[in-house]
């Protein structure tokens, strides 16, 4: 059984030659997501509004690929502020209360300005209904 490829239709996975998910077996790898509102191509100012357009993009990934954000078992959050942190956790909070998967954040330098936040995760197809 191959791969299967899912693509937001986001200009910068063709350039940059990513997925943003790859689904392999019952595992989803999401590549790192930022806060661009890809309905207009924009990115908001704010960390938490950049943060909550990461998990409506994750979001529908997933889904794609025959999953959701409870079955996540991996987060990995990559912030370029510390001083965003608390902002950030509260976005992230919202949506992983109940989940609460393994996860790390890293203060970091992100490609473009504007980006304040990027967030990749990793899911387990049915892992939330086992959890």
């Known amino acids: 059984m191959g791969i299967k490829r ?3 239709g986001s200009p ?3 350039k940059a030659g990513y ?3 790859i689904v392999d077996g019952d595992m989803v790898y999401v590549a790192g997501t930022t806060g661009y509102d890809y309905d207009n191509m ?21 889904k ?8 996540v078992v ?4 990559y912030i370029t502020d510390a001083n965003d942190a608390e902002k950030v956790f509260e976005i992230t909070g919202k949506y992983f209360a ?5 996860a790390t954040m890293v203060v970091c ?23």
């Not at 924009?42 to 997933?62: G, H, R, S, Y």
């Not at 794609?64 to 079955?71: I, T």
């Not at 109940?98 to 393994?102: I, L, M």
């Open 6 to 8: 899912i693509s937001t």
């Open 12 to 14: 910068f996975e063709k």
């Open 19 to 21: 997925s943003r998910a």
């Open 42 to 62: 924009q990115m908001p100012d704010d960390v938490k509004a950049q943060a909550n357009n990461c998990f409506l993009t994750i979001e529908k990934a997933l």
């Open 64 to 71: 794609e690929a025959g999953a959701s954000l409870k079955d």
């Open 74 to 77: 991996r987060a990995h959050y």
């Open 98 to 102: 109940e989940v609460r998967p393994a």
């Open 109 to 131: 330098g992100l490609i473009k300005p504007e980006m304040k936040v990027e967030i990749e995760v990793t899911a387990r197809i049915g892992a939330g209904d086992r959890a």
